[in-house]
């Protein structure tokens, strides 16, 4: 329904005498509200960021070109981001999330920085390449999740690979710029010493269902830095055959903080879900943005009504308060998501909301 014409909606209509009210409030760094009411407080969320499918088949021989063209010594670090059309000025890929593709040569390091922001790598392929965070090594293979929570110390390499390294990096740059929060450091040594056992908190933290009796672990994030794709695989197949999984996501399962079972991290939240073959979730939406990254598999999702098909590594969008469901329809094998969101900060502001998709039986017309 128009604003106009909703009783306790603002519906003022203007006259040479308001025109002229609102220059002199102009001038004193004021204004009317009624003026900017409808705007401000939607009757709904109302994103910015559209839709959007990323094609790896595209991105990745532009990624590799960045190789030739810069150093990891001078760029920091080398990455093609992802770039909402409507997000551009706050360089993110929805919502206020931040995404991009980093690509390491066998033998490259880059150098050790910490940040107010939160980040997340998903291994996209490669072999060889590590991180440091907070003096742990971490090995990384195809398809695992590492995370580099706010405030540690991360570097990125790769020394044992014969191909370049790619992996996608999610970090939530956007919102704490929003909050004015952002702080960065370079490592005064450029370098981290490494100071623990290398996967050390995977061979602690990374055991289905057990953990440390006297954890030596205090902080606000996931002491398990690491979530190999082996493990994360086999737990769908596992808990697949135990249920018939969500209807709006298949079988759905989220990374979590080993200690608490809460989201890895304060800010951002992960999940990998397994669509069985013929599957077709039914749409929902809810708050907070989600970016999808295809791990296995291929398929097609309906996002605010448009058709997105996807295959392997490509990466899509689903902003805040948008429909969407998910379709492994035509193949005879699984397919696999991985998604990173902002839900864990929706949740601890008590902004979550999520509502189901009722005409045609749940199905969106695309
Ligand atoms: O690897 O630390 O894509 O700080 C953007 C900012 C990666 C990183 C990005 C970063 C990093």
């Known amino acids: 329904m128009p604003d106009d014409n909703v009783p306790g909606r603002a519906r003022v209509v203007d006259t040479p005498e308001l025109a002229a009210y609102y220059g002199a409030l102009a001038q004193h760094e004021a204004g009317a509200l009624w003026t900017v009411a409808n705007d ?8 910015h960021a559209i839709p959007m ?15 030739e063209l810069v150093r990891p010594e001078d760029a920091g670090r080398r990455v093609v981001m992802l770039l909402n059309p409507r997000r551009r000025n706050v360089s993110a890929a929805v919502g206020w999330l931040y995404s991009g593709l980093q690509v390491m040569k066998p033998g490259e390091a880059a150098s050790a920085h910490r940040h107010m922001a ?33 405030g540690t110390w991360h570097e990125h390499g790769n020394d044992g690979g014969t191909s370049p390294c790619i992996w996608q990096d999610g970090l939530d740059i956007p919102l704490i710029n929003a909050l004015e929060a952002n702080f960065y450091e370079v490592h005064p040594d450029l370098h ?68 608490t079972g809460g989201p890895v991290m304060p800010t ?40 997105f098909d996807w295959k392997e590594h490509d990466i899509f969008c689903v902003p805040s308060w948008t429909w969407h469901e998910h379709a492994n ?8 998501l991985f998604s990173f969101n902002d839900f864990p900060v929706m949740r601890s502001l008590a902004l979550y909301r999520e509502e189901a998709y009722m005409p045609n039986d749940g199905h969106q017309i695309s």
Not at 40 to 47: A, D, N, Q, T
Not at 230 to 238: G, I, S, V
Request: net charge neutral.
């Open 329 to 336: 329809a035509l193949s005879s094998d699984d397919a696999c």
């Open 118 to 150: 939160s980040a997340l790598r998903f291994i996209i392929e490669g072999s060889g390449a590590y991180t440091i965070v907070d003096g742990e090594r971490l090995t990384l293979g195809a398809n695992d999740f590492v995370i580099t929570p706010n």
């Open 192 to 259: 981290q010493r490494v100071g623990r056992p290398i996967n050390a908190s995977h061979l602690s933290y990374g055991n289905v269902a057990l953990k440390p009796l006297e954890p030596d672990w205090r902080k606000p994030y996931s002491p398990l830095l690491k979530f190999g794709w082996d493990n994360t695989y086999d737990a769908l197949r596992r808990h697949a055959a135990a249920t018939t999984g969500s209807p709006f996501d298949g079988v759905a399962m989220e990374y979590v903080n080993p200690l």
């Open 53 to 67: 499918l990323w094609r790896y088949e595209v991105l990745r021989p532009l990624v590799l070109q960045s190789l």
């Open 40 to 47: 401000i407080e939607p009757w709904e969320p109302k994103p």
């Open 268 to 307: 951002l939240g992960a999940q990998m879900q397994l669509l069985r073959a013929g599957e077709h979730t039914c749409a929902h939406r809810h708050t907070g943005n989600v970016l999808y990254h295809v791990a296995k598999g291929a398929g097609h999702s309906v996002i605010g009504g448009q058709r």
